[in-house]
């Protein structure tokens, strides 16, 4: 039975390799035009209005182009200021989620101290408890620090969260890294800093570049403690919450809501395409340990 599905299987890519290239090149290619449609629609949709928006089904190229759109969504809207308080609180935030658990990943790989596996177990089991449990604690003791209704309040909330699988994919990747660096580093009379920022922290780059991608999206879409920390300050609100602006009680600007997703989703994609490279090999650095 084994041999007979290892030889179907030996057909299998025999026949694979002889296909020609443009076939393989044409299914990638549906493949990726299939992945970016949605993405697509919703940048057609900011450029239509709302009639044609509903009329038009899935017709990709407007009839007119309605460039008034984002300058509703930009000045009516406010999103120039939501764009600016989210740029702030999402930059702050992965600085302080990538210190925090690149130090925690690094303790937890490369020393032994009594209960290190509980407390690893204990990080692996949060994994499990949904995110909406936290919410009402974190809301609890930020207003007993007064610190709702402020950018600095919503900044501690934000990172502050365990990022389970940042400290794992660091975990990972620090494991694999020879002792005799941190070795040579003492000898040099670095201390536990100076090692870690100086020789650890450095080598863990590519890592550093998916932590700060996956919490950078993170931080970007959270809506449920933005929300409430935005609740009496409008001001302060960022892009995610800020989609509520569209919504009025008896209609929905839809055109303008589409707009309003384009603007807040290119920053995202500008910077994966930028970190592209070291995001997929600080995964695939991690994965491999």
Known sequence: MTAQLTVRT??????????????????LVG????WIFPFLWMLSASLKDNMEMFTGGLKLWPDKFVWANYARAWNDAHFGRYLINTVLVTVITVVIVTIRCATAGYVLARYRFRGSKVFLGILVAT???PTGYTII??????????????LGGMILALSGGAYVSAILI?????????RELE?????????????FFSVMLPLAMPVTASVAVLTFITTWNAFFLPLVFTFSRPELRTVSVGMQAFVGETATDWSGMAAAGVISIVPVVVLFIILQRSFVEGISGAVKS
């Open 137 to 150: 604690p974190v809301v609890k003791i930020s207003m007993q620090l007064h610190l709702i209704d402020s």
């Open 183 to 195: 070795e040579a580093a003492v000898v040099d009379g670095a201390g536990f800093f100076r090692t």
């Open 127 to 129: 994994l499990f408890v």
């Open 31 to 34: 493949i990726a035009l299939l």
């Open 170 to 178: 660091y975990y990972g990747y620090f494991r694999q890294i020879p």
């Open 10 to 27: 030996d057909r299998q890519r025999h026949v694979l390799r002889r296909l020609p290239w443009w076939i393989a090149a044409i299914v």
